[in-house]
């Protein structure tokens, strides 16, 4: 039988090795002074075992890993209309890229670029104040992680909103094509705060557990999704969750997973585990180096990948 807290152990034992460790995210002030050094892994399997290493207890910020949180309750609240607004294509350019929306009129490729995520955070906002709706988006959060100490990170929030200039530029731009409806100051306002919440690799790694397991928490028996949704967001997960890197990704790893500028990654082998991973060093399309390699060798050692024939079959 496959030993999961040898093999988590053993990766973490490998990466705290690395030398080549990417390079931290510059761009948001907090996010800087993250030390290169940091390695964690935690994972959740179907029958609720949890295994982890390293700094798997430490929060970090989620950054873009929260747009599948995000989506996942804009879904809940419009159903399949989302889909009118924010497309379902990998976009093959950067996750802060502009350059589509103009020829696309407005409606960004995917959710999981900013763009997609900023149209996603505005319909989350519909009929709310901001605070509400930042507040209704920690507390779904904290309810599918089952942990009320998780927090959004005002500091980082702050950082991102004083220098966001490409962000703003992409919610205006939308604007103008009526695809960001509240207004642009409270839609980024929601946005950035979603990006700023801390959570360590366990903590996410629970949050994860409803798409391993076809839409249920598997600890609540709670549905948070259909099994169509789960499946559907796994699929956007495997096609855009890596931006212009989701082709290697899906090479490398071949499991649905989305990336955050902080260096964690959420991978969802479907039916076995819910992963997170942490490192802060991104690679050159601004995805977890380590983060990206600890799932390689996972993948390897267990056969989770998605392309892999299950054992059983
Ligand atoms: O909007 C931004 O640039 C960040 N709040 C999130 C970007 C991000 O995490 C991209 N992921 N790799």
Redesign the pocket.
Known sequence: MTDLGAIVRDIAAEMAEATERGTVAD??APLKAIDLARFGIALVTADGACHAAGAADEPFSI???SKVFTLTLALGRVGDQLWQRVGREPSGTA??SIVQLETEHGIPRNPFI?AGAIVVSDMILAGHRPSEAIGEIVRFVRGLAGDEAIYVDESVARA?QAS?Y??AALANYMAAFGNVRRPVEETLGV??HH?AIAMSCRQLALAGRYLMAGGINPETGRRIVSQRRARRINALMLTCG??DGSGEFAFRVGLPGK????GGILAIAPGRAAIAVWSPG?NER??SQLGTLALERLVQRTGWSVFEPAEDA
């Open positions: 761009y948001i950054q873009s890993i996750f802060n900013n991102e966001g490409r962000n946005y950035v990006c890596h931006y990336s955050g500028v902080g991104l601004g995805n």
